[in-house]
């Protein structure tokens, strides 16, 4: 069996063409060589071993037919392809050189064919080649973006861990704390425990006081909770007349005497110990103007008290309760009377009270608009009384109410008599303007040096004595000076300052009780009160200066007889006001012998 080398070259144009003349597909088979130019070396060296052997199939099967038709014809001088094969080709197997005219038709129809067949196997491959790129390019994304969904489940699960542990370290901190909470718990637990003891302690002992100052005080009592269930109608709602931050105060009959039955809260606690005091406080002094305490009933946490028909000074301030408007020399005499209970309590033996919530509120007024000083559970015994010009710190829990608290004493928690005094300050200039405590003190002063004080007076009052009201306003301002040292003494200084207004006061008033007997022509027919200045109009009448003048800047009529007047022009009465002054003298003198 003869054997043929087989070897690769490039059919040029015009032999590709010679053999398939009617073949168009040269360009194609261009267009096959640039696909096989897209394709990487590996599926390259894949394609060209199937044409490899497409092409041995192929030269077997002509050498088969050669020796059948006893083709003697040997192809000699095999060439090797061209180093470099041309661009416009592509490689195919075939002699090196060989004549096409030594070719029979029959061989060169059979060449055709498995050359035919030979392009069809290539055409195919190369299908199934760009098939198989399309399947690598569709794995490649694929793969792509499962490992980017990887990527980021292993980003996420980094992220997961890194919280678990910070959760885990956060839980275990966490059962530190609640293991050092417990810790807290038992020991605040024990503490408690042992105040609780103490306080139960201290109760009973004030309890002993309570009985000792029964049996020692005879005008104070001891009420059973039947007693006082009974006289308030079990606490009904009806007989309740005012509340506070301690409780409830009700209007009941004990002892056939009407008095105000003060009820500690069931949950105030903590008020126990100011019942007490308040009880202990009370229960020593006896003083026309500090509140009498009557009785107590410590199972039920009450105070039985005198009872006070006009209430608080601030009901009366602030028009509550529909009450009316209180004259200026009532409040003139009210702060007297109030620096007076203050001074009793200043001055008590051996060791002065300081009343701390000094207010108001706590300033209370009988049938007669006396007024007394009430709830002195925030009192305080000063058995060391702290100098003036010394500041200590001590206190840390502060009493009393916000805007009539000493300021040193908000400030240092240092406690003086003197801290009262700048409570007694506001009160003094609210008694003046009528108003809240809340910057008042700025208001007064302002007034005082702009000339506007009779502005900030109580509008309600018509008839302030302006000199006098600017005397009260200085004095007050004083006593609510910031610091303690620049405060004047109650006792030598404030107290004969406001005793002087007060007997001022007390003359203005007894003087209008004696108005009504006064003859009427020493009236003014305008004001119908006793004239200081009278003149005589062109009526024939005579008025008081000021109410004239402001009459006929407004009417041309006579107040009286309501005609028009001849003229405008007035003449001083003095034989009347010789008359006024010599009744005046007459009718003080007489006061004063009363």
């Known amino acids: 069996m003869h054997t043929k080398t087989v070897s690769l070259r490039v059919f040029n144009e015009e032999e590709w ?38 092409i041995a199939l192929s030269s077997g099967k002509v050498q088969e037919e050669s020796i059948m038709n006893e083709k003697k014809t040997q192809i000699l001088n095999w060439e090797e392809p061209d180093a470099s094969p041309r661009q416009d080709g592509i490689f195919m197997p075939s002699p090196s050189r060989v004549d096409m005219k030594d070719l029979s038709p029959s061989e060169v129809v059979r060449l055709r064919l498995e050359l035919q067949k030979t392009l069809v196997l290539y055409n195919k491959t190369c299908e199934d080649l760009v098939r198989a790129k399309k399947k690598v390019e569709l794995l490649t994304v694929e793969c792509s973006s499962e490992a980017k969904k990887v990527k980021e489940a292993l980003e996420r699960e980094a992220v997961l861990k890194k919280v678990a542990a910070d959760e885990r370290a956060k839980h275990l901190e966490a059962i530190k704390e609640v293991e050092r909470a417990r810790e807290l718990l038992s020991r605040e637990s024990l503490n408690r425990h042992k105040v609780e003891s103490f306080a139960s302690n201290l109760f009973f002992e004030k309890s002993k006081v309570l009985d000792d100052i029964v049996s020692n005080n005879r005008r104070f009592r001891r009420y059973s909770s039947y007693e006082i269930e009974a006289a308030t109608d079990n606490f009904s709602d009806t007989m309740k007349v005012g509340e506070g931050a301690y409780g409830y105060v009700y209007k009941c009959n004990l002892d056939h005497i009407p008095v105000a039955v003060k009820v500690v809260r069931q949950d105030a606690s903590n008020k126990r110990e100011e019942f007490l005091r308040e009880v202990e406080v009370l229960s020593k002094l006896n003083h026309p103007h500090m509140v009498t305490l009557l009785g107590a009933c410590p199972e039920r946490g009450c105070l039985v008290y005198e009872y006070m028909e006009n209430g608080s000074l601030e009901d009366q301030l602030f028009n509550r309760k529909n009450s009316q408007t209180l004259p200026w020399f009532i409040r003139f005499r009210i702060i007297f009377e109030v620096a007076s209970g203050l001074a009793y309590l200043h001055d008590n033996k051996p060791d002065p009270i300081v009343h701390r919530d000094l207010k108001p509120a706590n300033i209370l007024l009988d049938k ?15 058995s060391d009384v702290v100098p003036d010009g010394i500041t200590e710190y001590k206190e840390t829990i502060l009493a009393g109410t916000l805007y009539y608290m000493d300021p040193e004493y908000q400030r240092t928690g240092t406690v003086r008599p003197k801290s009262d005094l700048y409570a007694l300050g506001i009160i003094a200039i609210q008694l003046l303007t009528g108003k809240q ?21 109580d509008s309600s009052i018509p008839d302030w004595p302006i000199l006098e009201a600017k005397k009260l306003a200085k004095i007050a301002l004083r006593c609510a000076r910031l610091r303690c040292r620049d405060r004047p003494d109650l006792d030598s200084e404030v107290l004969p300052e406001l005793e002087d207004l007060l007997n001022m006061a007390n003359v203005c008033f007894k003087l209008r009780q004696c108005q009504v007997n006064a003859p009427n022509h020493y009236l003014c027919p305008i004001l119908q009160e006793l004239m200081d200045d009278p003149y005589i109009a062109a009526d024939g009448y005579t008025y008081e200066l000021r109410a004239i003048r402001t009459w006929l800047d407004r009417h041309k009529i006579s107040p009286v007889t309501k005609l028009r007047l001849p003229h405008t022009n007035i003449t001083p009465n003095h034989s009347l006001r010789a008359a006024i002054q010599e009744w005046k003298s007459h009718a003080s003198f007489l006061m004063l012998k009363d």
């Open 437 to 457: 405590a809340r910057g008042l003190v700025m208001q007064v002063e302002n007034a005082i040096k702009d000339g506007t004080f009779p502005d900030i007076l």
């Open 17 to 54: 063409k010679r053999i398939f003349p009617n073949q168009r597909s040269f360009q194609s088979l261009e267009g096959h060589e640039k696909l096989l130019g897209a394709v990487d070396a590996h599926n390259l060296s894949n394609i060209s071993k199937k044409l490899e052997n497409s």
């Open 368 to 382: 007669h608009y006396v007024s007394k000083i009430g709830d002195v559970g925030l009192a305080k015994l000063m």
